[in-house]
């Protein structure tokens, strides 16, 4: 068994470091980790900054950390040279140029994970817990015969993780013991990406060998095309501020209200699966267990249960404020501040008292 849990740890009451320390440690080992970088606009994703700085947990002054890159044009070269700058660690930054991996694809991007793998022989390989690090981190580990450790928290030792079980009910501390490498994903809201560097550490930037590309390496999916809504609402996963709406907001013209509160608060819109399953709003809103993870400064849940797969999504975020007519909704429980009221009173006076955003 490649991951061995050593203690769970019940939310709230101990610190996976401090329980740690009671651990056999493990012999010092070298660490070089290679990092797979997601970019977009000509710049490394702030998801992907937080597996940077997950690298940096796992070792600080004796980690060799590249930054895996892939796809095509102008808009993958810009992100290398952002990438080369973007945390003093960075030794190397190493580019696949191909259209093949201009798309998030999980099959040709674990031949490349592979090959870069068998090349660099890091000790530890780190994605973000997006759709795409989720998708590629199996299949990657299973053609390199290891096995994953997902979703990971807090990082106690090299190879002593933490990670949420039971739908975020539970933290289970894990000791890795398997092979090279430590294939792990990383909560990306666990892990504040690092400033970008104040003096010019530049990291080389180096082409990888593609040889090993058949014809076959796509497997048996193709890309076809990428749906995004057209907004210059913030990105839900990063947001600071979060707008959610549940079942309670009964159908997507009410939405529209949540939205305009959104507008004023520079927020992202976020929903329920009751409300995504209702057709108020598209998937790609859900927060939970089965949707994203999000942990804002600043979370209001307006006709919101507070079911634990919903919770599992949003129960990090730093301040909840919740707006449910039934005051034993379980979404008190974990709320900061809660309001037995009806939302669309409580919407309307938001909307009349809070001055449009600047
Ligand atoms: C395997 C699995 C995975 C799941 N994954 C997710 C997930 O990722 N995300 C997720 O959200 N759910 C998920 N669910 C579903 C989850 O169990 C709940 O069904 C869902 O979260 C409930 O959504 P809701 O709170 O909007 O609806 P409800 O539970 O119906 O709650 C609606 C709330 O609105 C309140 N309300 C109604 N009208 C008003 C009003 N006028 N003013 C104020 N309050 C009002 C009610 O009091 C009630 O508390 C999952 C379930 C399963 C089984």
């Not at 096995?147 to 975020?168: C, H, K, L, N, Q």
């Not at 976020?270 to 267990?289: H, K, W, Y």
Request: aromatic residues 6%; contains cysteine; glycine residues 8%.
């Amino acid at each position: 068994m490649a991951a061995m849990v050593v203690g769970a740890l019940r939310r709230g009451t101990a610190t996976a470091g401090g329980s740690s320390r009671s651990f056999a440690r493990s012999l010092p080992r070298p660490v070089s980790t290679l990092v797979v970088a997601e970019h977009e606009g000509g710049f490394v994703k702030p998801s992907s900054l937080s597996a940077l700085a997950a690298a940096e947990a796992i070792g600080k002054d004796d980690n060799r950390v590249s930054l895996l890159l892939g796809g095509s044009g102008p808009g993958l070269h810009k992100a290398a040279e952002h990438a080369a700058s973007s945390h003093p660690l960075v030794s190397e930054v190493l580019v696949a140029d191909s259209d093949v991996f201009a798309h998030p694809l999980a099959e040709p991007w674990a031949e490349l994970l592979r090959s870069v793998q068998h090349k660099g022989g890091y000790s530890h390989v780190i994605a973000s817990s997006t759709s795409f690090g989720k998708n590629l981190l199996p299949r990657a580990a299973a053609l390199l015969d290891v096995s994953p450790v997902t979703d990971v928290t807090s990082i106690s030792e090299p190879r002593v993780f933490v990670r949420p079980i039971y739908a975020g009910n539970a933290l289970c501390t894990v000791r890795y013991t398997g092979e090279d490498p430590c294939m792990m994903s990383i909560r990306s809201t666990s892990f504040s990406p690092t400033e970008a560097m104040s003096e010019a550490k530049v990291a080389p930037i180096t082409q990888v060998d593609l040889s090993f590309l058949s014809e076959g390496s796509s497997g048996k999916s193709a890309w076809v095309n990428l749906k995004s809504q057209d907004t210059e609402r913030p990105d839900l996963a990063n947001a600071p501020v979060v707008v959610t709406g549940g079942r309670g907001l009964k159908s997507a013209e009410n939405f529209k209200v949540l939205e305009q509160l959104a507008e004023k608060l520079g927020a992202a819109v976020g929903a329920t699966r009751a409300a995504v399953d209702a057709g108020f709003v598209p998937n790609e809103l859900q927060v939970g267990q089965t949707g994203k993870i999000v942990a804002p400064e600043l979370y209001m849940a307006f006709g919101v249960s507070g079911a634990i797969q919903h919770l599992a999504g949003m129960r990090d975020s730093k301040v909840i404020v919740a707006v449910n007519k039934d005051a034993d909704a379980p979404i008190f429980q974990v709320a900061d501040y809660g309001i037995v009221a009806d939302l669309f009173e409580v919407l309307d006076e938001l909307l009349k008292k809070l001055p449009d955003k600047k």
